[in-house]
C-alpha cells in the first residue's frame, strides 16, 4: 500500500535492525527518554488486522518479538519489557498491524 508509512519502511535497508522472511524490526522513530530502545515489529506484507494473518506469520512475529524483547532488557539495562500490539482499531492511524516492545525502566 502506497501511503502506509510501514510499508515505505519495508523497502528502507537504512531503518532496519532485525530482517526474518515475514517481518522486520526498527526503532521507534520518537525515543522518549524514560524507555530508550523501544522497537517496532511489522509483517513485510500490509494487513491490517491481526485476525487476517495465517498462523505461521503469527508465529515468525511473536518469535522476533521474544527474541526483541530480551534484547532490549540486555541492551538498555531494564528490567522487563511491555509489548503490545496495534491493529485497526478505533482511532488507529497507521493501519498497518505492528508490536511495540518498550524497555521497562526500573
Known sequence: MSDCPF???VADAELIALATPKVLMFPALKQRRLNRGHMLIIPRAHVTKLIDFDKPLIEELYTVA?????AVRHCFGASGATLFQGDEA???TLLHVHVHVVPAQS
Not at 66 to 70: H, N, R, T
Open 66 to 70: 521474544a527474541q526483541v524483547s530480551a
Open 7 to 9: 510499508c515505505t519502511v
Open 90 to 92: 478505533p482511532g488507529q
